[in-house]
């Protein structure tokens, strides 16, 4: 039967308790509730996320199986690199950590796609959700990468990081390939930060090009409960060196390409 949650005192089910393969809802693991930080903070601990659209309760889901991008298994086509190699040297071209995670989350929210993974987006971004990411952004534990061009956000990502895990949640681009540099400097954050495992929560094309592979939940469970035992990320900047553990040399000397100032507005 399906847990439906009261109060905040009531305790999420384990991931385990999510309806089956052969029920109306898989990975549905519990309904109701609020999105306070406290409860997002026990979610994602247990491997749960919330999902739902206008109109319905919070729901909590725990798919099995899981899609994840496990940054050593980025593959990074030639024209990727190509097109970032031209990105780091041109002149007003940055990747930016945290500098604008309200209007990144904002453009997800109103780009229309179908899925709730990163590497989509959609409508299931309601205002409930985006009001909690925030909330959960100013204490420290939601994050944002940020493609700027002459000032200009034009593509990005946010997500979760606890422990050595990063949760990724949704993507955008405004401009051609945007979201996939975006999603590069993630994968050389995580590389550089022994961050092993980026949730990616449902399976898309697009993920799976990029070497994205669903895992059963018990083997998730596994590297999530290895990930949350290890000391969580503090510097939340990007280096531009972290380029070259994605095989990419930045060839400019300067120590990093981020900045907390999300730069004057488009």
Do not use: N
């Not at 899981?66 to 190699?85: D, H, N, Q, W, Y």
């Not at 997800?108 to 990411?133: F, H, L, N, Q």
């Not at 925030?134 to 200009?152: K, L, N």
């Not at 993507?171 to 961050?195: G, N, Q, W």
Request: include cysteine.
């Amino acid at each position: 039967m399906l847990r439906w949650l009261e109060d905040a005192s009531d305790p999420l089910p384990a991931a385990t308790e999510a309806l089956g393969a052969g029920s109306e809802a898989p990975g549905l693991v519990a309904a109701g509730g609020r999105l306070s930080i406290a409860r997002l903070d026990e979610a994602y601990a247990k491997g749960i996320f919330p999902w739902y659209s206008d109109g319905q309760p919070i729901l909590w889901w725990s798919p099995d199986p899981r899609m994840v991008l496990l940054p050593a298994e980025f593959k990074l086509t030639r024209s990727l690199r190509k097109t970032i190699r031209r990105f780091i040297a041109m002149p007003g071209c940055e990747v930016r950590i945290d500098g604008a995670f309200d209007r990144v989350i904002a453009a997800c929210a109103s780009t229309p796609r179908d899925g709730a993974a990163i590497g989509s987006s959609g409508t299931w971004i309601v205002a409930e959700m985006i009001a909690a990411y925030r909330g959960w952004h100013a204490a420290g534990r939601a994050h944002s990468f940020e493609t700027w061009v002459d000032g200009e956000l034009v593509g990005g990502l946010y997500g979760i990081g606890m422990g050595r895990m990063f949760f990724g949640e949704s993507m955008f681009a405004h401009r051609t390939d945007a979201s996939k540099i975006a999603l590069a400097a993630l994968v050389a954050f995580c590389r550089s930060h022994a961050i092993e495992t980026i949730d990616c929560q449902q399976r898309t094309g697009h993920l799976a090009s990029l070497g994205g592979r669903e895992l059963p939940r018990s083997d998730f469970q596994q590297r999530l409960g290895a990930a949350l035992a290890m000391p969580a990320v503090v510097d939340w900047t990007y280096d531009l060196q972290m380029w070259k553990q994605i095989d990419i040399d930045p060839g400019i000397d300067r120590s990093a390409s981020t900045s907390t100032d999300p730069g004057p507005s488009p």
